[in-house]
């Protein structure tokens, strides 16, 4: 079973990816494990790819393809395995299928866990960090037994710059400009399965888990 997890930032793809694995004994792969692997591995490709990052340029897609193809070929694998952060953008899929197509593979299921702009902006704003330990919380669903202070280490609790509403929002808007039409590639492929991210995270994974099947 071959899964794509898509879902603007914010929306719980992660979370839910990581539970996926879990149940159905699949490795979760997304591509930022893959590149620090390979690059603290000294692989081939991980060397390619450490080139382009430290010069602040995008990894290409045919590398990352290829990273990806290395990644899924070994043996934990041969079951399976949920996408994580890959594909972005529509060439970036088309490089995708090409490869596997050749190795006669197919995607099975691309889940979208929808959860509107509004809703996300509210969920990553509320988001506080530790400034020492890095311990994470939420002032809605996890608040801190004191107000701004870390319950593990007594340190400040601030809003991390990525988790500003400004902030989110230009992320927002660079997801659906790249990655909203993954929205209709993968429809048209009719294996487009979306469900209702607003819900509460178990009541998300079970609408997967009936999508998917036990």
């Given at each position: 079973?071959?899964?794509?997890?898509?879902?603007?930032?914010?929306?719980?793809?992660g979370?839910?990816?990581?539970?996926?694995?879990?149940?159905y004994?699949?490795?979760?792969?997304?591509?930022?494990?893959?590149?620090?692997?390979?690059?603290?591995?000294?692989?081939?490709?991980?060397?390619?790819?450490?080139?382009?990052?430290?010069?602040?340029?995008?990894?290409?897609?045919?590398?990352?393809?290829?990273?990806?193809?290395?990644?899924v070929?070994?043996?934990?694998?041969?079951?399976?395995?949920?996408?994580?952060?890959?594909?972005?953008?529509?060439?970036?899929?088309e490089?995708?299928?090409?490869?596997?197509?050749?190795?006669?593979?197919?995607?099975?299921?691309?889940?979208?866990?929808?959860?509107?702009?509004?809703?996300?902006?509210?969920?990553?704003?509320?988001?506080?960090?530790?400034?020492?330990?890095?311990?994470?919380?939420?002032?809605?669903?996890?608040?801190?037994?004191?107000?701004?202070?870390?319950?593990?280490?007594?340190?400040?609790?601030?809003?991390?710059?990525?988790?500003?509403?400004?902030?989110?929002?230009?992320?927002?808007?660079?997801?659906?400009?790249?990655?909203?039409?993954?929205?209709?590639?993968?429809?048209?492929?009719?294996?487009?399965?979306?469900?209702?991210?607003t819900?509460?995270?178990?009541?998300?994974?079970?609408?997967?888990?009936?999508?998917?099947?036990?």
């Amino acid at each position: 079973m071959k899964i794509i997890m898509l879902g603007a930032p914010g929306a719980g793809k992660g979370t839910q990816a990581k539970m996926i694995a879990e149940k159905y004994m699949i490795p979760h792969i997304s591509t930022g494990d893959i590149f620090r692997a390979n690059i603290k591995e000294g692989t081939e490709l991980g060397k390619q790819a450490k080139e382009y990052m430290d010069k602040g340029q995008l990894v290409p897609d045919s590398l990352t393809v290829n990273l990806l193809l290395d990644r899924v070929a070994k043996d934990d694998c041969k079951n399976g395995y949920v996408l994580d952060g890959f594909p972005r953008t529509i060439p970036q899929a088309e490089v995708l299928d090409e490869a596997l197509s050749k190795l006669g593979e197919n995607i099975d299921y691309a889940i979208d866990v929808d959860v509107p702009d509004e809703n996300i902006i509210n969920r990553m704003s509320g988001r506080r960090a530790c400034v020492t330990c890095g311990a994470t919380y939420h002032l809605k669903h996890i608040p801190p037994k004191k107000e701004g202070i870390c319950d593990k280490c007594g340190s400040e609790l601030i809003l991390r710059d990525d988790d500003k509403p400004e902030t989110v929002k230009k992320r927002l808007d660079v997801y659906h400009e790249q990655t909203q039409p993954l929205i209709d590639y993968y429809t048209n492929k009719g294996i487009l399965k979306t469900v209702d991210g607003t819900k509460d995270m178990l009541e998300v994974f079970g609408d997967i888990v009936s999508i998917l099947g036990n």
